[in-house]
């Protein structure tokens, strides 16, 4: 049987990732804490769970068939693979993650060229290094193993570029935001020999569909209700929808059953005025996938 190799990050993005492919509909099961090789309920499937840093060069490598990592992991390791598709989703929000340049709140340091014959500490070094390159600044940059925000605050570096989704971390220990050099999200990716293959290039077809399904309904949810005869004209005016709402005729009755997918954050806006448009017995559920 033929099978996929698939990558799972390893770090901050793992558990968001298991639980998108649960609503998918694979459950990945890590059976021992320091797992490197967890169980997933499909048997063309193979998982491998790796850090994100990493992840591209597996992938470009072919050691991994397919496998997700950031954006910024693939530029940073500059990996010829093939991006399948972009999911936007994190352990906080569905938001992309911003790459950052800070300094102390007090630093006269106010843009790029500031930062001439300064260091800067950062994970992403390869990514500094050539963005201040091809601007002739000459800046000293310093790889950092973590608490890189520290580093200022201590006076090891002028300046960090760091990664931060709202930005709270790097406001509280006492630094500012001057500079954005990108956004990063999560990408599904592929070895191109792999991508290649039709059946491989298949089966990571189905698991991007599905994944996108999935991350589709975190923000919807299905309302359903029944509405009389006389209401009904009202009702489905009030209602957004993806296409149009499903209304069926309610036996021997001169009632409809109204269903429809919505914005989970309107919900608490059109309830309300559902009911006094006429509608009753409104059922709110959440949903799995959306395709």
Request: proline fraction near 4%; charged fraction near 25%.
């Amino acid at each position: 049987m033929k099978k996929l190799k698939l990558g799972i990050p390893k770090g901050s993005l793992q558990e968001a990732t298991m639980h998108l492919f649960e609503k998918s509909g694979w459950k990945i099961s890590i059976n021992n804490g320091r797992s490197y090789f967890p169980e997933i309920n499909d048997s063309e499937i193979e998982c491998t769970i790796c850090r994100a840093q990493e992840m591209s060069r597996y992938v470009e490598s072919g050691t991994i068939d397919a496998g997700l990592t950031g954006k910024d992991w693939i530029e940073e390791n500059e990996s010829d693979v093939v991006v399948v598709d972009d999911l936007i989703y994190s352990k906080v929000s569905q938001k992309p993650a911003r790459w950052v340049l800070a300094v102390p709140a007090d630093s006269p340091i106010t843009k790029l060229e500031d930062l001439h014959g300064k260091k800067i500490a950062t994970e992403l070094v390869n990514y500094t290094k050539k963005y201040f390159e091809q601007r002739n600044i000459d800046v000293k940059v310093e790889f950092s193993w973590g608490a890189t925000e520290a580093k200022v605050v201590s006076g090891l570096a002028d300046a960090i570029v760091e990664v931060t989704e709202t930005g709270s971390t790097i406001r509280a220990h006492g630094l500012k935001i001057i500079y954005e050099f990108m956004k990063s999200n999560t990408q599904l990716i592929a070895n191109r020999e792999s991508y290649n293959d039709p059946w491989k290039r298949e089966k990571i077809g189905q698991i991007s569909l599905l994944l996108k399904g999935a991350l589709k309904a975190e923000n919807m949810v299905g309302l359903k209700m029944n509405v009389a005869e006389e209401n009904l004209e009202t009702v489905i005016n009030l209602l957004p929808s993806l296409n149009a709402p499903t209304v069926a005729g309610l036996y021997n009755t001169p009632w409809f059953s109204v269903e429809t997918v919505v914005e989970s954050n309107a919900v608490r806006e059109l309830i309300p005025r559902l009911i006094k448009a006429g509608a009753e017995g409104i059922i709110e559920y959440p949903l799995n996938k959306v395709i």
